[in-house]
């Protein structure tokens, strides 16, 4: 694999990642109680900040002349599925809420750290992925601590 089709595969895979995201906090708002607007507040900023996020990661596909994904990745969308019955038994509190948003925290650090672990990329996408995986383990260590709060 060429060091360009290596660098705008991965940066597609990231692209799908930070959809996965942004879908994963809007079904989360949409699942919280009306007490829970701080937790909206947040979700709300951090699909924000996926949306920079890919913006970042789109505008580096486009400099290798590659279309940019717009979907999001099959595990995705089997998560989110998984929420949709894991809910029915479990409720929509806080805590699940929190433990899901967690979870796919775990998924983006995990695509990023494999993508980080591709040899043919080149020393800019690097850098651009290890900068963004960097801001998104700060967004995972806030719902953590936030989860491990609720009793």
Request: one cysteine or more; a negative charge; charged letters at 30%.
């Amino acid at each position: 694999m060429s060091n360009q089709t290596a660098n705008y595969e991965t940066l597609n895979d990231l692209i799908e990642i930070n959809n996965d995201r942004i879908v994963g906090y809007e079904k989360a708002i949409e699942e919280l109680q009306p007490e829970d607007s701080d937790l909206k507040s947040l979700f709300a900023q951090m699909i924000v900040e996926s949306q920079k996020l890919k913006m970042e990661l789109a505008t580096e596909v486009q400099r290798y002349g590659s279309d940019i994904e717009t979907g999001t990745t099959n595990s995705g969308k089997i998560y989110r599925a998984w929420m949709d019955v894991k809910a029915i038994f479990t409720g929509h509190d806080r805590k699940t809420v929190l433990n899901n948003c967690e979870f796919g925290e775990d998924a983006a650090q995990k695509a990023y750290k494999t993508a980080l672990e591709m040899d043919n990329l080149s020393e800019d996408v690097r850098a651009l992925i290890t900068k963004q995986k960097a801001q998104l383990r700060v967004s995972h260590d806030e719902i953590k601590a936030l989860r491990d709060s609720v009793a």
